[in-house]
């Protein structure tokens, strides 16, 4: 059974966008167009997660989460707003939030963000599929998709480029990646990575907007 998303958002486009993505990843996703008919919608019908975007017309997304939250105090609630101000994020984790995240932002990025929370209720350890380029990554099986290619990736690549694409054009340092995977940094940890990360660069070659990218003395960049 796929897990329903209520997803309020004004702007349409970016609401056929998103809640397409959405539904490739296998999710139930139900779009309204302002916060007084998400309270409607959320109070006749079952939800596991509420994406609500803040400026709407009617009710904003802040008081609709206070209203969420007075009928139901466990579902995850994540903000989507196009402003960035602390005052805005704490406003959202006062109203009841779970999460902010603020546009524009990758959608593999939201994706991580939703599955942690469905798994923090024991609802999905689905691991999402990751999108970047001419690639679509499953890391649940480990394999890289491309037009003219299937890889079945090593446990250790499948960890490295799922860290990857979590941190998308952020620059990475080495010993993050290695206590995050390999749970500690040593001298031979780190060679062991390389080795990995050149095996990562051979798949990705044939899509050159993408690049996994040494930063000198600190450590990778994503480039997507």
Request: with cysteine; glycine share 6%.
């Amino acid at each position: 059974m796929k897990l329903r998303i209520l997803f309020a958002e004004d702007d349409d486009c970016f609401a056929f966008v998103l809640k397409d993505h959405l539904e490739l990843n296998g999710y139930e996703v139900v779009h309204v167009s302002n916060g007084e008919n998400a309270l409607k919608l959320f109070k006749r019908e079952k939800f596991d997660l509420c994406l609500l975007d803040v400026m709407m017309p009617a009710i904003d997304g802040f008081t609709v989460a206070k209203e969420i939250r007075m009928l139901n105090k466990a579902i995850p609630v994540l903000f989507i707003s196009a402003k960035s101000m602390k005052e805005d994020r704490l406003q959202g984790f006062k109203t009841g939030g779970d999460d902010f995240i603020t546009k524009p932002f990758s959608v593999e990025e939201l994706l991580m963000r939703i599955a942690v929370f469905l798994r923090r209720s024991g609802l999905s350890d689905v691991e999402p599929f990751y999108k970047f380029g001419l690639f679509t990554f499953d890391y649940k099986n480990l394999k890289l998709t491309s037009p003219k290619e299937i890889y079945t990736l090593t446990q250790k690549e499948g960890d490295i480029l799922r860290f990857f694409c979590t941190h998308q054009n952020q620059l990475i340092k080495r010993e993050e990646m290695l206590k995050e995977i390999w749970g500690d940094d040593d001298y031979f940890m780190g060679r062991s990575m390389d080795v990995f990360i050149a095996k990562l660069r051979k798949y990705l070659k044939e899509d050159t907007t993408i690049c996994i990218r040494n930063v000198h003395g600190v450590g990778f960049q994503f480039v997507v």
